[in-house]
């Protein structure tokens, strides 16, 4: 069994990857998503997989799985009813929110409806200060009639339990949780104190809130995973990828679905940090462009930076503040409508829009031929010319020129008065332009300075726009990895187990002791061990990781700090020192005569990355490197405003050292990587195409 499998689910393809341990080389698929059963493309594609690869599934060691099923469920409004338990005098929280309007001149505000609904929010007699002492004893009387009558009338499957301060004494909750076990044991229960222990409650309730929504979805999802992956013959490891970067055995992962938020998409940000060491490139960014959305992340000192909060299904574009509040560990990534089937059309103006709306792999994109008759940005790339007809995902499936030229003349070109190409080329000029635009925000938010970093990019979507939108950013080198297309996929595979506790809890740092210190992350640390029940990890293997949310006392802000050896307590007094120097990294400067105190600890174990360490090489890449040049195709050379030959390259066939000058068309099965007038591209040792982009000659 010396065989891992990866399977990322995309909005409209789902990608795998066979990492062989023995052999050392790389087996990868690539299939429609099929939206109402996901698990049927996965357990379609890892046969197809196994069979190209020359394995039985039965040899296969591990199956690491990225899904998109709880942001979808939360954006589609597709959970289960949930009831939500709270504290009385608190049933509105939900609806009062953060009383921040997002847009302060727009007298038409909208903000997400509450996961659950009014009359399901259940008032309990009790309540805690916010020192975890009990100012008013819990009382359960009357409390099983109002859940009754939720489950008989509602359907309540699922309930989230949502205490004022349970953070910091969870007594109330455990005994409801408890309760609930007893009086009705076919519920799904979510505690807050359990699911997020943070002292906002509106921010813990929302998140407890989606976790309880979308349980009894995961917990079936993932019988349904199980159950025919072990009748197609599996039986090793299953592992669902978290959005913080680590994997969660199923177990956790129906505990805590609310984690499994942004899953693939954390993948491929890990990957690209892989990849930023093997190429000693500290400072990435990351664009990963699939068939529905793009999504960018910065890589700093090899590591992708990661914050806590995150917001799901936004009503206005994306706007932050429109969506619902998530607290979750979660890699820092700027996410935007954009992908191969994202939809173009003229909006009120009379300007080109490409996405949100997307039009998935049922009917997909007007080029499929799939009953799709909107146009998207697969059908303006065919129409251009980067793509190929019949070479798309190596010849398995034929696309309609025509019917992608008809879809884009009538519903663009004619309206402005211009053929289909020239429509083709503003649907795709403007995705790189909206990709750009959200990275410049996104990198100078975080005090990043774009144009000093290089570029990877993979997705179906990422190599055919990545080298345009560097030229935008002026960004001097794009890393184009070997199996772009399918690289979350890799990544799945090149992400440790772990899971991460995050506990709020106050303490004047004057006042912190080292015993109390030691007291604290001991605490913590059998807290996440204890998730792991009876794994390697349960007990002492794997590292250790705490990070404190610190401030000056009497700020609204935090500054997180990371501690070097988090066992030793002698750690506490660097804590100023450390303090400072995180704090001067933000603002600039510190204050050595202000009071401090911790606001969080976040505690984080993790095991071994997967693999040892090896350089794969793909199955498909072990062709002749004498006939690199397939041909030349007709393609739009945006430069010269013409269309024109332009060579066509297999990838596979590609040798170290070589060179190819744009305009050019580099294809492998699953992308194509688009090299325009100016830039060049080079193959480096590791089979990497590092193009040079000609920023010189564009426009600051």
């Not at 597709?78 to 005098?89: E, I, Y």
């Not at 993932?222 to 090793?236: H, I, P, S």
């Not at 990435?284 to 992340?297: E, N, R, W, Y």
């Not at 405003?641 to 099965?669: M, N, Q």
Request: aromatic letters at 6%.
């Amino acid at each position: 069994m010396s065989c891992r499998v990866g399977i990322d689910i995309g909005g409209t393809f789902t990608d795998f990857a066979l990492f062989d341990d023995e052999r050392k080389d790389v087996t990868i698929h690539k299939a429609l998503t099929t939206p109402a059963e996901p698990e049927q493309a996965v357990l379609a594609g890892i046969t197809t997989l196994a069979q190209r690869a020359g394995v039985a599934i039965a040899d296969i060691s591990m199956v690491v799985h990225g899904t998109t099923l709880v942001t979808n469920a939360a954006i589609e409004r597709r959970g289960t009813p949930t009831a939500m338990l709270v504290t009385r005098g608190f049933r509105d929280v939900l609806d009062i929110a953060m009383e921040q309007r997002y847009d302060l001149y727009d007298m038409r505000l909208r903000f997400p409806a509450p996961l659950v609904s009014r009359h399901l929010r259940i008032e309990v007699d009790e309540r805690m200060d916010w020192e975890g002492k009990v100012r008013t004893p819990l009382s359960l009387d009357g409390l099983e009639a109002s859940v009754r009558n939720a489950v008989e009338q509602s359907g309540v499957q699922s309930v989230a339990v949502c205490l004022m301060h349970a953070y910091i004494n969870d007594a109330h909750e455990q005994r409801i949780g408890a309760w609930l076990a007893e009086k009705f044991p076919q519920l799904r229960v979510s505690l807050s104190s359990v699911v997020f222990p943070f002292a906002r409650e509106y921010q813990r309730w929302t998140t407890t809130c989606l976790n309880a929504y979308v349980q009894p979805l995961v917990d079936d999802y993932v019988n349904r995973l199980e159950n025919g992956l072990a009748q197609a013959g599996f039986k090793g490891e299953f592992f669902i990828m978290s959005s913080s970067g680590s994997t969660l055995t199923p177990e956790m992962a129906r505990r805590f679905p609310v984690r499994l938020l942004e899953s693939g998409p954390a993948a491929g940000a890990l990957m690209s940090a892989r990849h930023s060491q093997s190429l000693e490139r500290p400072q990435i960014l990351s664009f990963d462009m699939g068939g529905t959305t793009a999504k960018g992340c910065v890589v700093l000192d090899h590591t992708p930076l990661k914050r806590y909060d995150f917001e799901v299904g936004r009503v206005h574009g994306f706007k932050r503040g429109s969506g619902l509040p998530v607290k979750i560990p979660v890699i820092d990534m700027i996410e935007i409508g954009a992908g191969g089937g994202s939809i173009a059309e003229l909006d009120d103006r009379g300007v080109v829009r490409v996405g949100p709306r997307s039009a998935s792999s049922v009917p997909g994109p007007a080029c499929y031929a799939r009953g799709g008759v909107e146009p998207t940005l697969t059908d303006a790339n065919l129409v251009l010319g980067y793509l190929d007809a019949d070479s798309f995902l190596g010849g398995t499936m034929k696309l309609d020129v025509e019917a992608a030229r008809r879809a884009i003349g009538e519903r663009i070109g004619e309206p402005l008065g211009a053929d289909a190409e020239r429509g083709a080329w503003g649907i795709h000029e403007v995705i790189n332009e909206d990709v750009a635009k959200a990275f410049r925000v996104h990198a100078s938010e975080r005090g990043v300075d774009y144009r000093r970093c290089s570029m990877i990019v993979f997705g179906g979507s990422g190599p055919l726009h990545g080298a345009r939108i560097a030229r935008k950013l002026r960004v001097p080198q794009v890393v184009c990895p070997n199996g772009a297309g399918v690289m979350s996929a890799f990544g799945l595979l090149s992400s440790p187990v772990g899971f991460e506790v995050v506990q709020s809890l106050r303490i004047p740092l004057a006042q912190l002791t080292p015993a109390q210190y030691l007291e604290i992350v001991q605490g913590l640390e059998q807290r996440v061990r204890a998730e792991f029940k009876g794994g390697e990890l349960a007990q002492a293997d794997g590292r250790l990781q705490l990070k404190l949310d610190m401030r000056y006392v009497g700020q609204g802000y935090e500054v997180e700090v990371d501690l070097p050896d988090p066992r030793n307590a002698a750690v506490v007094d660097q804590l100023k020192t450390l303090f400072g120097k995180a704090y001067a990294a933000i603002f600039g400067q510190s204050f050595d005569d202000k009071e401090i105190e911790v606001v969080a600890w976040k505690a984080e174990v993790q095991g071994a990355v997967p693999g040892d360490g090896s350089t794969y090489r793909l199955r498909d890449g072990q062709r002749d490197a004498s006939a690199a040049l397939k041909g030349h195709r007709r393609a739009y050379c945006a430069e010269r405003h013409v269309f024109a030959s332009t060579p066509v390259y297999d990838r596979y066939r590609l040798r170290s050292g070589d060179t190819i000058d744009g305009p050019a068309l580099i294809e492998e099965t699953e992308s194509t990587c688009v090299i325009a007038l100016g830039d060049q591209a080079v193959v480096d040792h590791q089979g990497n195409l590092i193009i040079h982009i000609d920023i010189e000659s564009t426009p600051s």
